[in-house]
Each structure stands twice: as C-alpha cells, then as structure tokens.
C-alpha cells in the first residue's frame, strides 16, 4: 500500500494549467508531468543538499491544480457534515499540508521512471479521467488514474487511483476509524503534529 501511494503522489503534479481549452487533457498531463520532471532534475544538486527546498516546487506546481476542500469532504464522510465550519478549515488546511509532504518524499525518490499518458477521448461533461502508466526500472508497470472534475473554468483533480487504490478511500477509513475514537480535535491535532514533525 504504502510503495502504491508513493509512486501515485509522485504524479500528483499532473495537471498544472488544466483549463477548459481545446488541448485534449492527456497531452496537457504530458507537458505538464515533462516540465515538473525537467525542473526536478535541473534543481536536483539544490534539493540533495536541502531537502526542504523542493516545497517551493510542490507549492508552485500542486496546490493549484487539486480541490482539497472536496478531497477533505469525502475523506471525512459524515464527519464533514457534523463538523463546524473552523474544524472543516483546519482539517482541509492539514490534510492538504500532509499531501504535500507526502508528495515531497516522494519526489525526492523519483529515479527517470518512465511515464506513459493513455488518450483520454473527450471529457464526460465535467468529469473526466486521465490514465496514467509509470513503468519502474524493474518490475510491472503501475497504473494511476485521476479523476477530475471541471470547476471555476479549471480541471481539478479529486482523488487518484493506483492500481485500483483509491487516495480518498484509504484516508477515508483510516480518518473514519479515528473520528469515531477520538474525535475530530484530536484528529486536526494529530495531523498538526505529524506535519510539523515531517517538516523538521
């Protein structure tokens, strides 16, 4: 689980300029995956002495480009609905802090896997799903899809799939179990926490 998520969160980049425009979804993956590498690669010597640089990366190229306040509603369930609207703030503003960070080390272990865009064919009204192939230096090649939806004139990634995995559902049932236990204050602060940690 955990080697499935890593590799789907180090395409979580994908996406960056989706606009409503005549370029088909998948080749505007395609420029956008080459770019986001291509910078990797040019700031590589930067980021193995800090770290911590490859945040302005993340910063820059992801958090536009996914709705975390629909991510954070369905990965909380029923939980979003009984929460005040300061606990749904804190929740979204951690949980998309716990992303980003996932996503960094993520980055950080990208080693030239070789990326592979299907044709996506027209868009499903405002839904549409882009698959994605990432082929690593040995074993089978990994499938990741992500789904979007088309809000405010911008294609919007809401949840990613690897290997028939979802993102959404495996933070759900872990959030859901500890929501039920703990309650939604410990959880924000549990998540608080561990960010904070990550980002020493």
Same mark, same amino acid.
């Given at each position: 689980?955990?080697?499935?998520?890593?590799?789907?969160?180090?395409?979580?980049?994908?996406?960056?300029?989706? @606009?409503? *425009?005549?370029?088909?979804?998948?080749?505007?993956?395609?420029?956008?995956?080459?770019?986001?590498?291509?910078?990797?690669? !040019?700031?590589?010597?930067?980021?193995?002495?800090? +770290?911590?640089?490859? =945040?302005?990366?993340?910063?820059?190229?992801?958090?536009?480009?996914?709705?975390?306040?629909?991510?954070?509603?369905? $990965?909380?369930?029923?939980?979003?609905? !009984? /929460? @005040? +609207?300061?606990?749904?703030? !804190? %929740?979204?503003?951690?949980?998309?802090?716990?992303?980003?960070?996932?996503? /960094?080390? *993520?980055?950080?272990? =990208?080693?030239?896997?070789?990326?592979?865009?299907?044709?996506?064919? *027209?868009? /499903?009204?405002?839904?549409?799903?882009?698959? @994605?192939?990432?082929?690593?230096?040995?074993?089978? +090649?990994?499938?990741?899809? =992500?789904?979007?939806?088309?809000?405010?004139?911008?294609?919007?990634? =809401?949840?990613? @799939? $690897?290997?028939?995995?979802?993102?959404?559902?495996?933070?759900?049932?872990? %959030?859901?179990?500890?929501?039920? *236990?703990?309650?939604?204050?410990? $959880?924000?602060?549990?998540?608080?926490?561990?960010?904070?940690?990550?980002?020493?």
């Amino acid at each position: 689980m955990k080697r499935l998520l890593t590799v789907g969160l180090l395409m979580l980049a994908l996406g960056s300029g989706w @606009t409503v *425009a005549a370029t088909p979804p998948e080749n505007v993956v395609q420029q956008t995956s080459e770019r986001m590498l291509d910078a990797l690669r !040019q700031n590589r010597a930067t980021i193995d002495r800090d +770290p911590g640089q490859i =945040y302005a990366l993340v910063n820059q190229i992801v958090l536009p480009n996914f709705d975390f306040e629909l991510m954070s509603r369905w $990965v909380l369930g029923r939980a979003w609905q !009984q /929460a @005040t +609207p300061e606990q749904r703030r !804190q %929740f979204t503003e951690e949980f998309r802090a716990l992303l980003v960070r996932t996503y /960094a080390k *993520a980055l950080l272990e =990208y080693a030239d896997e070789a990326i592979k865009v299907s044709p996506a064919g *027209a868009p /499903a009204g405002a839904e549409a799903t882009v698959r @994605t192939e990432v082929q690593p230096k040995s074993g089978r +090649p990994i499938q990741i899809n =992500y789904s979007m939806h088309l809000g405010n004139d911008a294609w919007k990634v =809401y949840d990613v @799939t $690897v290997d028939g995995i979802s993102l959404v559902t495996n933070y759900r049932d872990t %959030f859901a179990s500890q929501v039920r *236990a703990n309650g939604m204050d410990a $959880v924000i602060t549990d998540l608080r926490r561990r960010n904070a940690g990550s980002a020493r």
